[in-house]
């Protein structure tokens, strides 16, 4: 019996078949314990020679089985080990790496320009009263100007009577909400996202603008000139520029003025400084009394000049991107082609 079960559980090779043996030799109904159970009818005399023989049966059989199944344990563990091996070495898959959008990228480096000049940044809604965005800015109600931005109006409700909000349609009402803010002094740029319903190559129904307004004492547009000469050559990385001022009108500055820049368009590549095309790059002017005083800024104390220009425009114009749309449609291989992801 005993050989017969040790070698029985020495060649088990899995679990089941050692449980079968356990029940088979040591279970209630198994041989051992049928065996010890005849201990009954035995006489005293052999009963003591057969029960430590049966009891050292059972318990070799016992740690047979404790020790085999520990045996097939390991086995297993080292089975799933070899076949669930993971190479931490292997290199992983490339996955696309996400860039910052281009005209966040060009907003980043007009605004470290202007930072440079000692300008701080300041923001406004998207979504402006039309107060804002016209009435403080000298476009009262009738204005032509207000026709011309081709607006998009927030419709309200009906009873709703809260006044009218617009989708903003230049970074100007920033200038009112800085003047608000911190008083006079200031000197600030303030980008980001205004709208307009056009739309062509050059026009996009969202797009962004970096404003400029500097106030003080005795600020001309002469300390605009430079602000913007600065400008240009830091931003299009050349050492000369020459601007003119054309004559213009906006209801906030007065007296305004669009500002180019000297330029040539060699073989269809832009080049600032030299050549005999003018380029507009923005609108500007100095800041009219009655923008200043909607502001709460006295314009029998303070005076100086705010300026508007499209970031999406003097991107297109530094990277040589013939269609502005191209900037809004996340196309992969447009975006690696002009640099701005990898
Ligand atoms: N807000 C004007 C525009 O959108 C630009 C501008 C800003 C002009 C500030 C003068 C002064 O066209």
Redesign the pocket.
């Known amino acids: 019996l005993r050989d017969k079960y040790i070698a029985a559980i020495a060649a088990a090779s899995d679990e089941a078949t050692l449980e079968d043996l356990r029940l088979q030799a040591v279970g209630k109904k198994g041989e051992v314990s049928l065996q010890m159970r005849e201990l009954g009818k035995m006489t005293a005399e052999e009963r003591q020679v057969a029960g430590p023989k049966l009891n050292a049966l059972k318990d070799e059989i016992n740690s047979a089985l404790a020790a085999k199944k520990a045996g097939l344990e390991d086995a297993a563990l080292d089975e799933r080990l070899r076949s669930e091996w993971l190479d931490v070495t292997l290199p992983s898959r490339l996955r696309g790496q996400g860039s910052i959008h281009p005209i966040s990228q060009v907003t980043e480096e007009v605004t470290a320009i202007f930072a440079d000049m000692g300008f701080a940044v300041a923001e406004g809604p998207r979504i402006d009263t039309d107060w804002y965005n016209f009435d403080a800015l000298n476009i009262p109600g009738h204005h032509p100007a207000r026709a011309e931005m081709d607006t998009f109006y927030m419709h309200r409700a009906e009873g709703d009577e809260r006044p009218p909000h617009v989708l903003r349609?230049?970074?100007?009402p920033v200038q009112i909400r800085s003047m608000e803010k911190q008083g006079a002094p200031i000197r600030v740029i303030c980008p980001g996202g205004v709208y307009r319903a056009d739309y062509d190559q050059t026009h996009t129904p969202m797009f962004h603008?970096v404003?400029g307004l500097a106030l003080d004492k005795d600020i001309s547009m002469a300390n605009l000139k430079w602000v913007l000469e600065e400008f240009v050559k830091a931003f299009f990385e050349v050492d000369d520029v020459e601007l003119r001022f054309r004559a213009s009108h906006?209801p906030?500055?007065e007296p305004?003025a669009e500002v180019d820049i000297r330029c040539s368009w060699e073989g269809g590549t832009l080049k600032v400084g030299e050549g005999d095309d003018w380029l507009e790059i923005?609108?500007?002017?100095m800041v009219h009394p009655k923008v200043l005083q909607a502001g709460g800024i006295d314009p029998n104390e303070w005076q100086g000049f705010?300026?508007?220009m499209g970031i999406d425009r003097i991107a297109m114009l530094k990277y040589g991107i013939p269609d502005l749309r191209a900037f809004f449609d996340s196309d992969l291989r447009w975006l690696r082609h002009y640099g701005f992801a990898s």
């Open positions: 349609t230049h970074t100007s603008q404003e906006f906030f500055t305004s923005l609108g500007s002017g705010a300026f508007g």
